[in-house]
């Protein structure tokens, strides 16, 4: 395994409350590997600010995500 993508919709579960819970486990576990994390969903946080989904942003938005884990690999 060369890195790590997580891909979460979020439909009923809060994204902030599964961004939380990555964040602990990443902490408490000695994963060296490039990990991206993708959250779409209820409450998900994008660049700074909390925000709704769009479905229209969907597909580029795992395009994005794929890329940088690839580059994260890559590097």
């Keep these: 395994m060369k890195a790590i993508l997580f891909n979460i919709f979020g439909g009923i579960t809060r994204c902030d409350d599964v ?3 990555l964040v602990e486990a990443i902490k408490r576990t000695q994963i060296k590997l490039p990990i991206v994390i993708r959250l779409t969903g209820t409450t998900r946080w994008r660049r700074g600010k909390s925000s709704r ?3 229209a942003d969907a597909r580029r938005m ?3 995500a794929v890329q940088k884990a690839v580059a994260r690999w890559r590097s």
Excluded: S, T
Aim: proline residues 11%; contains cysteine.
């Design 62 to 64: 795992m395009d994005e």
């Design 19 to 21: 961004a939380r819970g």
């Design 53 to 55: 989904a769009c479905p």
